[in-house]
């Protein structure tokens, strides 16, 4: 097993969880996933503007 | 992926060499400083560009191309080249680095998609476990040791992950904390507006509609904007707004003046005295201070580091992740500092609000002195609002541009002696230039201010409501993100606790049969306890011999790379890793690699002349993979001693006819042999105070041992009235004996021809039968199957059985009781 398929895990597993909470909306998990992506989970200003994003 | 040649040229301390594993396991052995290492470099080298030990901590300086390649070359002339085997690919593949180029890999073309997972995964340099590397995992403090095992699992950036959750939580709760006070703000705003303490729904209604009855109005039942001013025409509120009301403007002086208060000043002294002591234990500390000024450009450069390791301001090539780690690692110890931080910034905020509360009564006072045209009072007022107002910047910036301030100045500027003066003086002009305002006007004036006072406070609630939904979402992310971790991350440990518990017993299972692990995560922190003799369990370091923690760091250290390297590298290298395991585990770790690790392909270097040949023996190291490096000199490198086959190398002798090396190297292998098979056998040797053992003594000790051990086994075998096992003792019996009798009769050969030098009498056609009848020897010592040689097994003292590794030989030590 090698390092993205640990670290994939723990992503998918993290947005999966977000799916059912009311919070997130689906604008903001597919902002999300965008970042993840992208590879971009490491940048705080990408992740704050994605967890901004309204209906 | 396995290694089948491997040239280096011109790297560190080698000139020239080739080795030629063949994808088997192989052994570098020679003393300190014969070059062994340069080899490990070299492989090192050629997977990731980079050589560790020319790179990280301590290592200033010292570059790659200038002390990669040996000291008498060039980086263009230092090269690695080695044919490997991969995974999938029917043909070897040629790789090549030069020093003159470290970040490329020469490789054909083709071969791209297969090299790519195996370059990534080399990169990182787990492949390589050297006992510097082996404390890491065992000697290391939970949060460390984390760290370590997080990177050997290339889990970095999952680390990185979670600081930016934690980041981005922290940052939203801080701004969710500004919202909430600006609500307060406004809020107060509106207090002053009705002049009161407190403005509840029930109490602002009240006070609206009281105002709304001087004007004829409707009551209204709730707080809004819209609705307090509802039915008041745009002409009578713009004519009403333009005048002067003396009664609106004490009340705006009133909150004013109350904000300049005594009891505010002192609160906001003490405030500022706990500012000071905070930032004096900062400046006091040199290191916290350095800690503490370096921590957000620390906190930036981690994010800024490209991905190839390169440093983004000196773009320093470092190996991938190496920076990285080093800056995380001061982030870490900046964590104290951080702390402070956070505590000096809310005293800040908190002193900055209280101003900037101040300057806002100022901006309500203000408006009412420009209509009565109070240019005098307004200077004052405005200079006093620009001071209040360029000393919120430098609190709230207070690292940067705070200079420590006598208290006095401090409750002086939120309350110049001048200004209740100055306020009451502009009260009584406008009161005696103005008309006395009715209370209409009041009433229209008021509801006004009020309703944008409390669109204000709309505005802040749903600002408010929109940064709390912001946190609530980040912090959700960081409880998810962790909760996901954990499960996945302890699913990971949960199998390499078991296989490390695995791997550990089979090295210890005659003194730790009932042996246990726990290797569980706790948030950042990795911690690891075994037991100790059904006694608790401890951290590795507190009660186990420095033999047993290596042992340990090696089966963590295999455990791990076995899961990360897969079926994608093969080569595992392990440099000096058993200095301090004594004999008898070293036994057990040949076992462990042989068994446990049939697959993988082990290069072993080691400045211990005994586990060389130990590995050798065990069947670890097949006869023609073993190293010897000795004499290294600048001008030459290693005198490199490559140990090929045994009757190869008599077969090349008598090919040229030299009797006398064939003999001599008979004699040699003989020794060496029969040694292996005392140690083996557990067989007695006359003692011997020198300690100089000769090659009879070896002879004879070994071969009575091993009869000796078919009698018992054939007894034991009667008593258990196992005829197939009594066939196949018997078969073995009659085999020995015809060869030992061809042995014993053709052994004088050997020594006269050595100690004598009659070689002269020897002709090939008479020594070819010795070198035969020694050869079918040593076959019966060894399993024809595994190759390995024969040996006892004992639990504890006792033996329990004779046979060979792979099983195919196995005769039972323990007899059947008279009861059974």
Redesign the interface.
């Known amino acids: ?3 993205k398929s ?2 994939q ?3 998918d ?2 947005f999966s ?2 799916k059912g ?1 009311p ?2 909306n689906a604008k ?1 998990i597919e902002a ?1 996933q965008q970042v993840a992506n992208d590879g971009e ?4 200003e990408v ?2 503007r994605a ?2 994003r309204e209906d | 992926m396995k290694l089948l040649q491997l040239t280096i040229q011109n790297i560190r301390g080698i000139k020239e060499l080739k080795l030629e594993p063949n994808g088997q396991n192989l052994v570098i052995w020679g003393p300190n400083g014969s070059g062994k290492s340069a080899v490990v470099d070299a492989v090192e080298f050629l997977l990731t560009g980079g050589i560790s030990r020319l790179s990280g901590q301590g290592t200033s300086g010292i570059t790659l191309k200038r002390f990669g390649p040996h000291i008498d070359h060039k980086p263009k002339e230092s090269v690695v080249t080695a044919l490997v085997q991969i995974h999938g690919l029917e043909k070897p593949v040629e790789l090549r680095r030069s020093i003159q180029q470290p970040g490329k890999l020469e490789y054909p073309p083709e071969c791209e998609e297969c090299i790519g ?1 195996i370059l ?2 080399a990169t ?1 340099g787990q492949q390589v476990l050297s006992r510097r590397e082996i404390l890491k995992y065992i000697h290391s403090e939970s949060g460390r040791r984390s760290e370590e095992i997080m990177t050997l ?3 970095i ?2 680390e ?2 979670r ?3 934690v ?2 939580a922290n ?2 709760k801080e701004e969710t904390e500004a919202k909430k006070n600006a609500i307060e703000v406004a809020e107060e705003a509106a207090c002053n507006t009705l002049g009161v303490e407190i403005c509840d729904e029930t109490k602002t209604i009240n006070e609206v509609n009281k105002f709304r009855k001087v004007l004829a109005l409707e009551p209204v039942y709730e707080v809004s904007s819209n609705i307090i001013v509802e039915d008041i025409s745009p002409s009578e509120e713009k004519a009403k707004v333009e005048k002067i009301n003396p009664d609106i403007l004490r009340k705006d002086i009133d909150s004013l003046l109350k904000c300049l208060s005594q009891d505010n000043q002192i609160g906001l002294e003490k405030v500022y005295n706990e500012l000071c002591d905070l930032l004096e234990q900062i400046r006091k500390d040199e290191e916290l201070n350095r800690e503490f000024s370096l921590h957000q450009l620390l906190e930036l450069g981690v ?1 800024l580091i490209e991905e190839d390791g390169r440093c983004p301001l000196c773009l320093t090539q470092w190996r991938p992740n190496e920076l990285r780690k080093s800056i995380e690692k001061r982030i870490t110890q900046a964590e104290r500092a951080k702390i402070l931080h956070t505590q000096i910034k809310e005293k800040a905020m908190d002193i900055s609000i209280k101003y900037k509360n101040c300057i806002r009564l100022v901006d309500t006072v203000v408006p009412t002195l420009q209509k009565a045209k109070l240019s005098k009072h307004i200077e004052v007022l405005s200079k006093w609002r620009q001071s209040l107002l360029e000393w919120c910047k430098t609190i709230e910036a207070p690292f940067e541009k705070y200079q420590a301030e006598d208290p006095e100045k401090i409750r002086t500027l939120l309350a110049p002696n001048n200004i209740e003066a100055l306020v009451e003086e502009a009260f009584e002009i406008v009161v005696r230039d103005n008309p006395k305002a009715t209370s209409q006007d009041t009433a229209v004036q008021t509801l006004i201010r009020l309703s944008e006072n409390i669109k204000a406070v709309e505005k802040a609630i749903e600002d408010f409501k929109k940064a709390d ?2 946190q ?3 912090s ?2 960081l409880e ?2 962790d ?3 954990s ?3 302890d699913e ?1 440990y949960n199998t390499i606790e078991a296989r490390f518990t695995e791997l550990y017993k089979v090295l210890h299972s005659s003194d730790e049969e009932n042996f246990v692990a726990e290797l569980k995560s706790d948030g950042a922190k990795l911690n690891f306890e075994v037991d100790f003799y059904g006694r608790g369990r401890f951290p590795p370091l507190a009660l186990h011999s420095e033999g047993h923690q290596d042992t340990m760091g090696l089966c963590l250290y295999l455990a791990l790379a076995e ?2 390297t ?1 079926d ?1 590298i093969h080569l595992i290298i392990l440099d000096d890793v058993v200095m301090s395991v004594d004999a008898g585990h070293r036994r057990h770790i040949c076992t462990l690699l042989s068994t446990m690790f049939p697959d993988k392909q082990f290069l072993i270097t080691t400045h211990d002349k005994t586990w060389a040949t130990q590995l050798q023996r065990e069947g670890v190291i097949p006869n023609n993979a073993s190293y010897e490096f000795s004499r290294w000199s600048l001008a030459t490198g290693p005198l490199v001693y490559a140990e090929t086959d045994l009757w190869q190398k008599i077969a090349i002798d008598l090919d040229k006819n030299d009797i006398p090396s064939a003999a001599s190297r008979l004699r040699r292998g003989t020794e060496q042999f029969f040694e292996g098979v005392c140690d083996a056998l557990e067989a007695s040797i006359p003692y011997r105070s020198d300690g100089r053992w000769e090659f009879s003594h070896f002879l004879n000790a070994g071969v009575s041992a091993y009869k000796k051990l078919l009698k018992e086994v054939k007894n034991i075998a009667n008593s258990w009235g196992n005829k197939q096992e009594i066939e196949a003792i018997q078969e073995r019996e009659s085999i020995f004996d015809q060869i030992w009798r061809r042995t014993n009769i053709e052994q004088w050969a050997v020594n006269p021809n050595v100690h004598y030098n009659n070689w002269v009498n020897f002709t090939i056609e008479d020594f070819r039968p010795v070198v035969d009848a020694f050869r079918d020897l040593f076959e019966v010592f060894i399993c024809q199957k595994c190759r390995c040689m024969l040996k006892l097994a004992s639990h504890g003292v006792i033996p329990v059985s004779f046979g060979c590794k792979c099983g195919a030989i196995n005769f039972t030590l323990q007899r059947k009781s008279s009861k059974s």
């Open positions: 097993m090698e390092e640990i670290l895990k723990i992503v597993r993290t969880e977000l909470r919070e997130f903001v999300l989970l490491n940048k705080p992740v704050k967890i901004t | 997972p990534k995964l990182k699992l290339n889990l950036d999952l990185s992950i600081r930016t959750f980041t981005v940052k939203s994010n939904l912001i609530r979402r980040a959700i992310l998810v993100f909760n996901a971790r499960e996945i991350l990971l899961y990360l897969g994608i």
